[in-house]
C-alpha cells in the first residue's frame, strides 16, 4: 500500500484546517513529490504552483491556491475534488484559456502557460455541432492543426476509429439523433484524434446513467490501453478513478490545493474485479474520507 501524502498538502488554504493528522494509520509518507530529475522522459505536464482568482465586483474570489501535479508521459492521472473547488478552471489554465496569477504550466519541459492549442479536450458536456454529422465532428480534430494528414486520409482514420467504438453506420447521422453515450463515445474519438499529446477530460461520464456509465469506463480504458496518451481526468467519482488511474490528485476545497497524490499499482490491462479487491477498497475508503473531511471543513467555513 503506497498511498501518498504530497507535500502539496501543507498548501492548504489558510484559515481552514489541515487534515494531515488524518492521513496517519496505514499510509506512508512520500518521498518528495514524484521527482522527475533522473527520470529519462520529461513529464507531458507540469503544473507549478499555480494561483488563480476571479474578480467580482468588489472583491477576489480565490479559486487556486498554488496547486503543483505533474501527469508524467502516457500516464493516466485523475482529479477528484470538490464540487465548486476549481477544477475546471485548473483545465482552462492548463488549455491556455486563462492565464494564471502566478505559477507556470510546462508541457514536456517547455513553459506554455497562457499558450493554447496545445491540448485536446473535452468538456463535461458533449461539444458536438449540432450541424455537422458524427464523421465531420470526429474529422474537426484534424481539421485545427496544420500537422493534420490530409483529408482523405483523415477520412479513413475517421471512419475505422469510429467502427471501433459501434459507431459504423452513424458517419452521417446527426449528434441529436445518437444517444447519450454515443455523442460521448464520439466527442471522446475527437479528443482522441487531436494531434496533441495531452488530453484532458472534464467529467466526461458525469451525465450518464450508471449503466452507460460502466460500459464508458470500459470502453475508455481499452482504448487507452492501445494508445496510451498522456491524459488528466477529472471525476466526481472515486472508484472511476481507482478503475481507470494510475495516479490520483485530491483537491482540496476552494481555493483548490493537491491535498493527496494516490498511487494506483493496479495491473493493465485492468480488469473489473480489482474493485473487489483490499488494495482498492482501502483506497476508496481513504479518499472518501478525505473528501467527507473536505465536506465538513466547508460547512464549517463562514
Ligand atoms: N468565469 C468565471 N468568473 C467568475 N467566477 C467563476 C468563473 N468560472 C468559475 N467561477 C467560479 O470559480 C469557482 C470554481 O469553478 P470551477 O472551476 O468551475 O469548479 P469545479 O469545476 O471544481 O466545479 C466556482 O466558485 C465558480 O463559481
Ligand atoms: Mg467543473
Redesign the pocket.
Known amino acids: 500500500m503506497t498511498l501518498k501524502h504530497n507535500e502539496q498538502a501543507q498548501t492548504v488554504p489558510s484559515g481552514s484546517t489541515t487534515i494531515k493528522g488524518s492521513n496517519e494509520g496505514s499510509l506512508t509518507p512520500a518521498p518528495a513529490a514524484m521527482s522527475v530529475s533522473g527520470t529519462r522522459n520529461l513529464p507531458a505536464l507540469e503544473v507549478q504552483d499555480v494561483h488563480a482568482s ?1 474578480r ?1 465586483r468588489r472583491s477576489k ?1 480565490p ?1 487556486l491556491n498554488g496547486l503543483s501535479l505533474t501527469v508524467e508521459q502516457g500516464e493516466f492521472a485523475a482529479i477528484v ?10 483545465f ?1 489554465i492548463i488549455g491556455g484559456l486563462l492565464k494564471p496569477q502566478a505559477g507556470q504550466v510546462l508541457m514536456n519541459g517547455q513553459n506554455v502557460t497562457g499558450q493554447r492549442g496545445k491540448i485536446s479536450y473535452m468538456p463535461q458536456q458533449p461539444a458536438l455541432f449540432p450541424w455537422r454529422t458524427i464523421e465531420e465532428n470526429v474529422l474537426l480534430a484534424g481539421e485545427v492543426s496544420a500537422s493534420a494528414p490530409p483529408k482523405a486520409e483523415a477520412l479513413a482514420e475517421a471512419r475505422k476509429w469510429l467502427a471501433s467504438v459501434g459507431l459504423a453506420g452513424f458517419e452521417q447521422a446527426y449528434p441529436h439523433m445518437l444517444s447519450g453515450g454515443m455523442q460521448q463515445r464520439a466527442a471522446f474519438l475527437r479528443a482522441l484524434l487531436s494531434p496533441q499529446e495531452l488530453m484532458l477530460l ?1 467529467e466526461p461520464f458525469s451525465a450518464l446513467d450508471a449503466l452507460t456509465r460502466s460500459d464508458m469506463q470500459r470502453w475508455l480504458l481499452d482504448i487507452w490501453e492501445q494508445n496510451r496518451c498522456s491524459v488528466l481526468f ?1 471525476t466526481h467519482n472515486i472508484e472511476e478513478a481507482l478503475l481507470l488511474a494510475d495516479r490520483i490528485y485530491v ?1 482540496s476545497n ?1 481555493p ?1 490545493a493537491v491535498l493527496q497524490e494516490v498511487d494506483v499499482p493496479f495491473d493493465r490491462p485492468r480488469r473489473e474485479e480489482i474493485t473487489e479487491e483490499p488494495a482498492f477498497l482501502e483506497r476508496k475508503r481513504q479518499i472518501s474520507e478525505w473528501m467527507r473531511e473536505e465536506q465538513r471543513k466547508a460547512r464549517l467555513s463562514p
Open positions: 476571479f467580482e474570489l479559486v475534488g470538490p464540487s465548486g473547488c476549481g477544477k475546471s478552471t485548473l482552462h472534464d477529472i483537491l476552494r483548490a
